[in-house]
Every structure is written in structure tokens, then in C-alpha cells.
């Protein structure tokens, strides 16, 4: 059997590698995806084989992440349960899709991937293997009964196999991240009660610490999408790494909170989201003067089902894809700038405009003159009180 | 004819005071609510006499407004368009409805109200009056094609009429005041692209010159309201006066949007909502590790409409009444307690806890001794996948 | 002045074209649409000019009313208040939208209806104006308060105008005919204790006076449209000709129903819908076999905003364009065929078969396959079981 | 070990009381609940005893089950997919809130049943025992791998266990009958272009040869529910009875279609659900004319989801609860009277009145007196319409 195994050269993984050749006497493909993790990649091959694999894919998936992703996330308004805002769920469906690529190029039979069975990466992984590959054989050893049942065995399995075990203390919670974001979870943050460690933070300065003057910065909106940060057009890759760097710098897009996970159970999680923090906040921003009353209503009440969806990993299924479609009509006119003022942990919008904004001069006097006639308004509330008023009498009616 | 007008002793109010009388031949009861706007409320009578009234009624109406509308309100999660909190659409409702039981206490056939045509304050008066009193008769003198065209026919009137004129320069904004917010629009913000003037701002300290050491408060909840503040229970009114007071110092609250009227229009709004924007912080907080996932997904889906009642003046009509139903079910288990960090405008959770949690220790081993079996998750993805699965071998057939 | 009217040749239009002269001295345009009304319109232009108009209009726009309105709704599902399948509703803004075109090409200032001011007409004649034509002014003579005000007088006006009344007797109901249906209200039909008159009827067969045989018809449908009926390719006109026809004959597509207008009152309707009331059902069943179960149900949580803004009027408008993109998104893939069974006023599905069903043979091994495992079923009831448990454990705590 | 098992003293469950001995040496109690399947319980304890188990429980729930279960869901107007009526659905919960209360009273540890892997019964029995009662162990033998493979294994193992074996032949597809209704799926149903067998169906005449003359009933309810029938007042379960017998005679109440399992797969069902198919029209007549416009759409928005929750098998869920709570405020106003036409398969509204009606006399006088004022209907639709010209101007600068 060839397996495809999603590897990062961590001890996991090695030594997931391993027990998949022994185990299914398997040929084992290992598979790296950079989706801005920040990590050493360059000897990931190398290191790959010394544990066994034929073969080790690194791929650079940056690109097409912050663009094919993030991006349109981004343009659908999602935010998790008020708060989260996604950064790990939607990495995992292309991680997921290149690695069923690498498979279908190298024949492979199998996938495997070291996420537990307690998370959502596993399934977020493997709703994307079955949507784009349906007869696929998942590996999760994780969930295999024959795999290892605590970490004494992992180290000996290790040591017996040559697999180099880190030397660093291991942090007392876990960790992901991507271009878009950090996520902390277990450890010492299983306690909802703890505020989270203060060193913990990578990408974010303490908003304590952060610097005592505030910072204005622009970004230019086209349909929807971020295209220009302090007038400078930058593709959305090098856009998110720019602002990630000044968001960061201010202490910009912390959150902590407990969600609630796909498969039952509520977790502690904190995050670092700086770009997509002030993106997020500055797409409102030119929303609120370009976007129709009523589309964006509609946009909101379907919006928490659009971030469920991603959260859930279900990304490559034709329920997002059709929402995608409303999301996608409801940005086409969000082009414009706003100007947001990063200061101490806070993102703050102070102005917005738009070549075509629904909210300018020519509106106003359009109100003002002759067009907006206040006599007007008799008229819309009464049609709009006329049932509360039928209501209301035979209610007396009843009483009197 | 007897009128009862909503007066707050301004110079609008005062000339709509006479005018009533002369236009109409009209008695006119003049009513003032106080719900926390922090005027000097106790010359009111005697102004209104010298106006013309034949009785002022003041009103203290603030615990009523804290308990039955702010409450219900906060328990609701309501924001309007991801960033208004309602505080002023959430008072005109009671003082219509206070303004309608003195018409009934008085005998008078009409109300009158000093808001404009253009605004939504005048809708949610009227609904609420039309709502509780179906035959009564609205007197709107702004949308009068016989009242005054313009602010030099006023004052030409008030002058004639003895009406003193403040002379006080009138700010560059309009506000609107309450216990839960000020409000302000108008003048120098009506360009979005403006950041408001620094020294507009009167709850909240400018958050650049906010104390530089942060503050950590703890609020309780129970069934989805705040009962107590560091420990010390507080009925609804002093709780959000005092919350108000320290939010406040820390420059927390501050919001700067364009959202759109009911009656059609955009409009640019600034507001300063200290206590409102904690209390809604710390109960998401609680919310979290007290509320069933799908309750509060499912109260996420109904919120935006809740919030878009509330907004346009729907606040006495059966649908807001149906939806505060499910809302109050929603908020029977959030009882707990939230910690809040403050500081320089930002408001940060550090902590929640409580003790019927849905995510703490017990549930912690509940899921990692026997009882979750991580294998469970193969078949919960699997079934998951199912359609997924199906639909792309549906759709390969079609391309094979 | 040039005012474009719509105008029917009935009594009211003909009054209203020669008042429209008088009242504004101006110059009038009518303008009849052919939306299937199957009335006599081969005289119109010589009666209008007879009565004044400088010109007339009569438009064939049945094609367009059944290719770009009624096939795009109803692949949308759109079904107002579970009943009322918008017959009237759609047929408004495409008469409304070619008016506007004529009003340009004869560059007129001014569009005027005979709709009176208590309906939904108005509204969806003069929104998609006003959405199309932002400038244009809007003549509704039945809310001026210099029209008349009682039949008396229109009755004196015709015959000083010379305008001929109709001898024939007026029906005791008014009805509203087109392609897709006719709606009959107002008069003997106002008390919603009465079942409509037996020969009130015109499309529709009484259910116990049809044919005792039932037929069964096969309707085949791409992307969610029909385009064969019993194996025969036509087009949207002529395939919703022959199934009214054929529907019509068996009684099927009557309903009796009290609405809710968009204006504030309610109002009772009964309609015919022979074809319309077929091709739902029959696309119901397509989509049960070709629709993915999420797609399906989030159509369904949109479908009632969809049905309400085609009711009161919102065709051309942002939010109805936002939803349509996600309705033909999940329309795209329902092909396939139903067959109906027609039978004394039932419309009754008895199979359905599409290539690419997501329920065939196929499936079906697959399912009992080694793919279908029973036991993930264990995994899946446990997980979703999880924060029911939870939820019950935290309960029984706090009661113990 | 002990164990209650869902018995219904078939073939099937009586082979897995004696399995479940055997198996697990357990001490089993069987247990078996009358929600309306119309089969003979008598000789059920003695048949149960003599397969060895200790002790036998025959239930009447029929009252129950018509009161706080299928009345409840009733009243909010709950459709599956529009158009199953969830029969099955609905008596699940119930059934396993007595198994599971039973399981208390013996001191049992394990309730078992006889639902197959594929459907969706075991979903909802197992969701109400883990709501019910957390830590009960589950024994589902169809899901078991021990478990026969195959028919003649069975077979085999009865007749060694001295099992009776039905000696007529086997239905075609499978059935399960209640109160409310009776589903048919599997074997000849299975391919969904053929029509139903026509003497499947037991609830009801096959419209072909329902009685040529129209029956005109009436249904009277009270806040939601259904109370009298032709003016004679009667509690749920009889009032269901009876009109089951009146409905079926017409032939009122299959419907056909395929439908989306919790579980992942389409499949195809066909219903008689006479009483409730009735009820559900009666209760929309009623409601048109006493339920406010608002609540109403509200109600039809959340209703989907509502079924859903219902159909998976979610009934003792909090959610499900929270929007009870909803749908209960929504029914508050409806009482009145329905009348409806049953002939030949079909139910058809012919009229509606209340005492509270709020389409009556009353109110057609109160919009054609001074207060409903056609000119107000201006101001209406030109608010309405305001976004939309601010919107088409902006589109036309931009080409201009």
C-alpha cells in the first residue's frame, strides 16, 4: 500500500511515519504544506527519509491560501461564534485538497494525518479527502486502536527507531499557525478561568507593552477584497504579511474565548489574528457606506451558518459553495477605503469612503432637497403601524 | 383639544409647546421622562407653565428603563449592524409608553413629539403609540407643512412668544443621552471619512489618555443578566451607573459607524456605550461555557432580526415579543461570572467561570476517561461524509 | 408634460387617460403589456387615441414573463405565506420595467397606474420605477385627492368624455389574469367564511366535475427549469400554455387563502395556478433526488425572505439579485424527470429519475457495500449525543 | 446485567431478548409502548416471558403521545422537507423517555432496541436515552458485530430458541404505524420512479375510489391546537381518531417523496397521515386570519429548522426547546374556526373565522373609514423605495 502522510517533521509525525510502514507495511509519501507557519522547511525532505518515506512534497501553498481562502472568507463577513475568525479552519481544506492531489499524482491508495480524535483538524481533513477523493482510505492513528496509548511508549518507539526527540521543553499548551493567524489551546488554558500566559503571545505585543503612539493606516476594498494597504497595491499574500507586522507591532487582534467544537465538546481557545483583525474591521467599515440596507441583513443572517460551515470543514461542499455565491453578490459593490487607527490592542475605524458610496454628498442633498419630503414619513409609519393597530383593538376588544 | 408633547424644555420643544396651543387651540400637557440623559430636569414644571402648559408631568423612569428594556435587551445579544447597541432605540419605547398612559390619565385625543422626518426616532414613538393606543391621534409639527421652514422663523417666533433662546453656542453635532449611551450624529461627522472631534466625547475618556495601568472587574450573571459588580450585587440601574463610571475612565464603549435608518437613508453615528459594551463582552463570556452549542447558534441566527426590531421602533409588536420568548429560554443557564480587563479603550475577557459550566473539570474527564472514545469519531466523520462522498462520485461519473 | 400610462381600455384606465389630460394638461402615452391576460388588445391603440392618448403601446412580453420571471422564481422554490404562489406578484415588475423603457424612448417625465391605494400593486409597480428610473415622477391617481371619490362621479366623467361603460354586468369579485395564474378578491369573496362561487372559476375545472380518469404526465427539467413536457422539448411560453391546459382540465391549482400585504392589512385570495402549481410539485421532486441534503435546507431558510420580496415588490433590488445568485447556484443541479399524476384537483408525484441522482442503484450498494459501515453510526449518535449529555449531567448535579 | 429492551414481539426483537440473555447473561426486561399501531398487546407479556424475559411491560401512550408530543409539534406548523409530516419522527422521543424511565424504576444499566444502523430511529431513541440519562450504556445488536449477519442465521437461531416464526408472507417493504400516521419504505419502493403498490395503504382510500360526494368539515382550535371537531369538543387522542376515520374515507393524507436521513443518505418514503394532514391545513386557515403578519414570517423562518430538529431526533434538546418557546408565543392568538372540503385525496380551506379575527367587519370598516388613508400609501412605498434610487443613481454615475 502507498500512503500519503501529512508530515511536519515533529516527533508526531516521525514517528507516525514510522508505524505506518511497520504497521501496513505501507510505502510512505511524506507531505508538507506551507501555509505560513514560520518553520524551517528546508531540511524537511531529508529528514523525511532518514524515517523511512520514498518521497517528502514540500509545498508552498501561500499564495494560494491567502488568495483562494482567506480572501474569500474574508469577503463573506465569517466570524465564529462572535469571535473566532477562523484561522486554523480554513487552512485545513487545502491543506487537504493538495495532499488528495499528491496522492492521485503518486497513486497512493491511503492518506493519513496526525490530528486526534478529540479536534476538529481531523475532521475538517477528512471531509475534504471524501469530497474530492470518495473511495479514499483514511489513516488517523490517532484513533487506531493499535496505535500508542501514552507517551512513554511514543519515546521508546522513538528511541528504538532512530527518530530524534526535541531537547526544548515542550510549551505547556499546543499551538497552529498560519498566515493568518495563532491559535493556543490546552495546557495551562484549560482553566477558563486563567488568563493566558503573557509570554505565550508570538505575533501580537502586549497591548501593554505596545508602542504609546497611534498608528493610522488605510486599506483599499475592491468587491470585497483587500487590495491596497496605505495606498500601496499589494496581492493578498504580501498585503496579510504587511499588516500582520503593524497589527502585530500594536497589539492588534487578541482574542480568547471557548468555543464550541464540531464533534461535542466546548474548548478554551486564544488567538492571535492581527491582519485579519483589522481586515475584518475595515471591510465593515466600507460596507456601511457601499452596501445595500437589506443586503447586508441578508448577508448577516446567513453568515453565521457560512462560519459554521467553515468551521465544521465543510468548505469543499456545495451548501458553502452556494452561500459563497450570495457572499460573493453581496461584495460586488464593496469597493472603497477605510482608515483605522491601531492603538494599544485596539482597531478603531475613523472615516470611510467610496467612489460610489450609498452615503455621500449627492445623498445628502438628494435628502435635503426637493426628494426627501418629510411628509413622507406620515405615511411610511402608519402603513407600518397599521397591524399593530388592528392587533391592539381586538385585544381591547377582547378585554373590554 | 387636549395634547400630550414630549418637552424637554429646549428651545424646539418650547416653541412645538406653543405652537400647539395656537395651531390647534389646544391644551397642551408637557412631559418630560428622565431615563438617565443627566439633565437638570427640576425647573421643568414651572418652564412649561410659563410656556403655556396646563401641567408638566416629569417622570423618573430610569430603573423601569435599566430593568425591562436595557435587560431583555442585553439578555438578547442584540447589536445592530455589527456594532450599534441600540442604546437609544431602546428608550423611545418606554417613553412612549409613559407618554401614552398620561394621554389616557389625562383624557387628551393627541400626542406630539418634537422628533424629525428624517430620523427613526419618529417611527419608533409612533409605533409604540399606535401599538398601545390604535385611535390615537400623532401631532408631528417637523413633518407639518405648517410649521416653520426655518431656524430664522423659529427663533422669530420664540422671541415674539417670550421663549428665552440659549445662548450658549450649539454644538457641532446633534446627541441624544441615556443611561445606557450618548448618541451623536450630525454637523462635522456627517462626513464619514472625519474622525470624530476629540473633545465631543462626555462618558468615556479618551481612551489615548486613559489611565496607562489596566483594570480588572468581574461581573455575575444570572439566567443572562448582570446581578453583581466585583461581588457586589447591584439592582440593574446603580450596576450600569457604576459600570458606566469605570468603563468609562478606561475609554471603553466607543463606536464610529454608518448604518442604515429604517426610513431609507445611511447615516453616520458615533456613540459611547461604557457600561452596554462590557456587560455585552462579559455575558458572551459567560454565554460560552453556560449555553448549548446549537441554542446559541440557533440564537445568533434569530439575533440580527431581534436587533432590526428593536432598531426600527418594533418593540411593542407581538414578533419582538415571540422572538424575546425563545430568547429568554436561550438565557435561562447563563449564570456565571466573567472577568474583564479594561484598558486604554479596549475591554478583554481574562476569565470566566461558573458552576453549572458546560466545559470544566468534570466535563474534562467525563470526555477523556471511558466515556469519550475517540474512535467514535471515525463513524461521526464517515456519516458526516456521506453525502459529500456521494455527490462527487455522482459527479466524476458524469465527467468519466 | 409626457406621461406614459398604463392602460387596459377598461373604464377606470379610460378615465384616468383623459383626466391625466386635463388635470396635468399632458401629453399621454399608453401602454398595455401582454403578460397572457388572453384579452382582446387588438383595438387598444384605436380606443386610446380615441380618448386622447397621442399614442399607444401594446406589448407581446409573454416570452420574457416566462423565461426571465416565472422560470427564474420558480427554480427558486418561491411559495408567499405556504400558499400564495405569486402569480400577480411577478407578473408587476416586468410591466413596470417596460413602461420605464417606453417612458425613455419618449422621453417622458412622468409614469401613471390605475392601482388604487390599498394594494400591493402600487408598491410593485412604483418600486421597480423608482429602482430603474430614479428621477421618474409617479402618477397614482387613485391616492390624489383631486380624483374622484365615488363611482357617481366617474360615471358622469365617462359620459361627458364620452368614455363607453361597459354594459355587461360587473362580477361580484375582482380578478387579475395572467401566463402563470388568475387571483380573484374583494366582493362576494371579503367574508372568509365563504368558499368562492362555483363558476367564479375560468382555468380550472371544478375538482368534482373533472374527469374521472387520472392522467399522468412526465415534466423534464434542466438546472432546475422545465424544458419538456411528456417528452416534448418547449420552450418556458409554450410548454406553461400546454401543462395549464392539461392542469386545468383536472382541477389542479386552485387555493383559498387569507394573506398578509406588503401595505398592512390582510386580505383574502383565491387563485388558479393550474401549471405553476405543477411544475412545483414536479421540481420538488427532481430536487429531492438531485439536491444535496444542506443545499436543500438552507433553500428552504432562505426561500420565505425570497417569496416576501417577490410579494411586495423587491424584484429589481440588490437583495433579490443576492438571493437568486445562491438559488440558481443550488438549482444547478437538478436534472432529471418527475412524473405527475393529475386527478380531480390533486397534483400527485408518483416517480421521479434523474442521471445523476444522489439516491440510484449506485448508491444504494454503495451503501450496503463495505462502505456503508453500520457501526459508524455508534461514533456519529455518540458525538452529537456529547453536549446532550453534558448538558443533562450539569443538570442532574445541580438538582443532586 | 440488566436491560430493558424495546419489544414488540416480532420475530426480530424476540430473537435479540433472547441474544441479548445469551450475549450479555443479562436479565432482560422487555418493554413495549402503544402510540397507535393498532396491534394486538394482549398475549405480549406472556409471549415476552416465554422467550425468557423476567418481566414485561405493556404501555399505553397513546393520550400522551397525541397531547405532548404531536400536538406541540403541530402548533408549529412543522414540515420535514416540505412535506413529511414526521409521524415516525415524533414518537420516538416518547417511546424512549418511557424506556429509559423504565430502565430507572428496574435499576437497569442498558437499555437495548431493535432500529437498524441505517436509519434514523436509532439516532433518536439513542439521542433521548443519552438526553435522558447520560450515563446509560446502549445496546444496539443490528450495529453489533456479533450480531447475525444474515436472515438465515436468524432464522436458524430462532428456531433452536423455539422462536415462532410468522408464518405469512412478508410485506414487500417495511411499515411502521402510529397514531399519526403509517411510513412505508424499502424493498419495492425502493426505486423512486415507481408509484406505490395500490393496496399498500391502510389509513387511507385510494382516491380513485374515495366516495364521489364531498364531505365539508369543520375544526375548531384554541392557541394552536385543534379542540372540536364539527363542533364537538374532544381531547387530542380521540379528536385524532376520529378524524383519522373521516380523512382516510376521502383518501386524504399520502404523500410520496424522498427524503435526506440524518445519517447521510436519500430514501424514499411514502406516508398516510390523514388527521394530521388536516390539522395542518385547519390550522394555517386559522392562523391566516389570526396570527400577525411578522410572527408569522417569523415562524415560517425558524420552522425548517424547528422539523429538522425534530426529524434527527432532537426533541429533549434544549434548542429544540428554545424554539418551542417561540413557536408557543406564535400560537397564542390562534383560535378559530376552519372548514375544510375532503374529496377524492384532497383538503381544501373553505373557510376561516375567529372571534378575534384580525381580517373581520371590524377591521374592513376601520381601513375604509378616515383611517386607513389611501394617500399614506405615498409616503410608504417612497421610503421604501429610497435605497433603491440612492442605489440606481450611484449605478448610473458610474456609468454616465
Redesign the interface.
Known amino acids: 500500500m502507498k500512503v500519503v502522510l501529512a508530515y511536519s517533521g515533529g516527533l508526531d509525525t516521525s514517528i507516525i511515519l514510522k508505524w505506518l510502514q511497520e504497521e501496513y507495511d505501507a510505502e510512505v509519501i511524506a507531505y508538507a504544506a506551507d501555509v505560513g507557519q514560520e518553520e524551517e522547511l528546508d531540511g524537511l525532505p531529508e529528514k523525511a527519509k532518514n524515517t523511512g518515506a520514498s518521497k517528502c512534497y514540500v509545498e508552498d501553498l501561500r499564495e494560494e491560501f491567502a488568495r483562494d481562502f482567506v480572501y474569500p472568507m474574508i469577503r463573506a463577513g465569517a466570524v465564529y461564534?462572535?469571535?473566532y475568525l477562523l484561522g486554523t479552519s480554513i487552512a485545513r481544506p487545502l491543506i487537504a485538497k493538495r495532499h488528495i492531489e499528491i496522492a492521485r499524482e503518486q497513486g497512493a491508495e491511503a492518506v493519513a494525518h496526525g490530528a486526534?480524535?478529540?479536534g476538529n483538524d481531523?475532521?475538517r481533513f477528512?471531509?475534504t479527502f471524501?469530497?474530492?477523493?470518495?473511495?479514499i482510505k483514511v489513516i488517523?492513528p490517532?484513533?487506531n486502536?493499535g496505535f500508542f496509548q501514552s507517551r512513554t511508549e511514543m519515546m521508546q518507539y522513538a528511541e528504538q527507531h532512530g527518530i530524534p526527540i526535541p531537547v526544548s521543553a515542550e510549551k505547556p499548551y499546543s499551538m497552529d499557525r498560519n498566515l493568518l493567524h495563532i491559535s493556543y489551546e490546552g495546557g495551562v488554558l484549560?482553566d477558563?478561568?486563567?488568563?493566558p500566559p503573557k509570554d505565550m503571545f508570538l505575533l501580537t505585543t502586549d497591548?501593554?507593552d505596545a508602542p504609546d503612539g497611534?498608528e493610522e493606516i488605510t486599506i483599499d476594498f475592491e468587491r470585497g477584497d483587500a487590495v491596497a494597504l496605505d495606498g500601496e497595491r499589494l496581492e493578498p499574500l504580501p498585503l496579510m504579511q504587511k499588516l500582520n507586522g503593524i497589527a502585530g507591532r500594536h497589539g492588534v487582534g487578541?482574542i480568547?474565548?471557548?468555543?464550541?467544537r464540531f464533534?461535542?465538546?466546548?474548548?478554551?481557545g486564544v488567538y492571535e489574528t492581527p491582519a485579519g483583525t483589522v481586515l475584518h474591521r475595515a471591510r465593515?467599515?466600507v460596507e456601511?457606506?457601499t452596501m445595500?440596507?437589506?443586503?447586508?441583513?441578508?448577508?448577516?443572517?446567513?453568515m453565521?451558518?457560512y462560519a459554521?460551515l467553515v468551521y465544521n470543514g465543510?468548505w469543499?461542499?456545495?451548501?458553502r459553495?452556494?452561500?459563497q455565491?450570495?457572499m460573493?453578490?453581496?461584495a460586488q459593490?464593496v469597493t472603497g477605503t477605510a482608515?483605522v487607527?491601531l492603538?494599544?490592542?485596539?482597531c478603531?475605524?475613523?472615516?470611510?469612503?467610496a467612489?460610489?458610496?450609498?452615503?455621500d454628498a449627492?445623498?445628502?442633498s438628494?435628502?435635503a432637497g426637493g426628494d426627501?419630503?418629510?411628509?413622507?414619513?406620515?405615511?411610511?409609519?402608519?402603513?407600518?403601524?397599521?397591524?399593530?393597530?388592528?392587533?391592539?383593538?381586538?385585544?381591547?376588544?377582547?378585554k373590554g
Request: glycine share 6%; no cysteine.
Open positions: 461564534e462572535s469571535g486526534t480524535g478529540k481531523q475532521v477528512e471531509l471524501y469530497a474530492l477523493e470518495p473511495g488517523a490517532w484513533r486502536e484549560e477558563p478561568w486563567n488568563a497591548p501593554e497611534a487578541r480568547d474565548l471557548v468555543e464550541n464533534v461535542g465538546m466546548k474548548s478554551r465593515e467599515a456601511q457606506i445595500d440596507r437589506e443586503v447586508l441583513h441578508q448577508r448577516d443572517a446567513i453565521p451558518r459554521e465543510f469543499f461542499a456545495p451548501e459553495e452556494m452561500l455565491a450570495a460573493d453578490r453581496a459593490t482608515r487607527k492603538y494599544k490592542g485596539s478603531t475605524v475613523t472615516g470611510r469612503r467612489e460610489r458610496s450609498l452615503y449627492d445623498i445628502a438628494f435628502e426627501y419630503d418629510q411628509a413622507d414619513a406620515n405615511g411610511f409609519i402608519r402603513l407600518n403601524a397599521l397591524r399593530l393597530r388592528v392587533g391592539s383593538l381586538k385585544e381591547q376588544d377582547a
